[in-house]
């Protein structure tokens, strides 16, 4: 995502020409572009993706469990 934030702001630099990437060829500022599509087609087919989904989804399920414990008075378990 900040790959496609940089390559905007390149972008909005180009077409307004403000500094020195107005002086820029065009295939340097859409260079971003192409690096920005080819992770996330490498983020997607190796499945680092979905990984960092459930990875997220899990710490949020071992949170919640672990405020309902606390709720209870049970000590959660500290991960091993």
Not at 17 to 46: K, N, Q, R, Y
């Amino acid at each position: 995502m900040y790959l496609l934030g940089l390559s905007l702001l390149i972008l909005a630099l180009k077409y307004f020409e403000i500094g020195p990437v107005a002086a820029w060829s065009w295939w340097w500022v859409l260079a971003p572009f192409g690096a920005t599509a080819l992770w996330w087609a490498w983020a997607d087919s190796t499945g680092y993706t979905k990984r960092k989904a459930m990875e997220k989804m899990d710490q949020r399920k071992q949170d919640r469990i672990n405020k309902h414990k606390e709720a209870l008075g049970i000590q959660p378990r500290k991960p091993r």
